[in-house]
């Protein structure tokens, strides 16, 4: 299995921007994560959603404004981001858990395969 994620760019504080990360290969992930990671930080959950889509988690830094999303007949995951800050200015990178219990999770060890990771960086 390999994840790509894709999609990130330079955009003004208060755009809109949708990440994409499209797994190729078999796979059954039960949980698809979206993390990021700013300069000089650790790695962050940012947020989940489980295979059928019925349940999802965000970060309080993102709540009500991004919106996790999948596609299992496309197998390709989204992360809708709306009124972005310069504070989300990030690497993203898209995550799969493909083991152990299909329930949502913020630790990033719980997840086995990462993608590559996009650049998003907000101007204020």
């Known amino acids: 299995v390999q994840l790509q994620a894709f999609g990130g760019g330079s955009v003004q504080a208060g755009d809109s921007l949708r990440l994409s990360c499209a797994a190729s290969g078999t796979f059954s992930w039960y949980v698809n994560g979206w993390f990021r990671q700013a300069p000089g930080k650790e790695r962050e959950f940012v947020a989940a959603?489980?295979?059928?889509?019925?349940?999802?988690d965000y970060a309080d830094s993102v709540k009500g404004r991004f919106t996790i999303s999948r596609d299992n007949a496309k197998n390709t995951a989204y992360l809708q981001m709306n009124s972005l800050k310069p504070e989300d200015t990030a690497i993203y990178y898209c995550?799969?858990?493909?083991?152990?219990?299909?329930?949502?999770?913020?630790?990033?060890?719980?997840?086995?395969?990462w993608g590559q990771g996009t650049q998003l960086t907000v101007s204020s």
């Open positions: 995550a799969t858990k493909n083991y152990g219990l299909p329930t949502l999770t913020r630790n990033r060890n719980e997840y086995d395969t």
């Open positions: 959603i489980t295979y059928s889509g019925d349940r999802t």
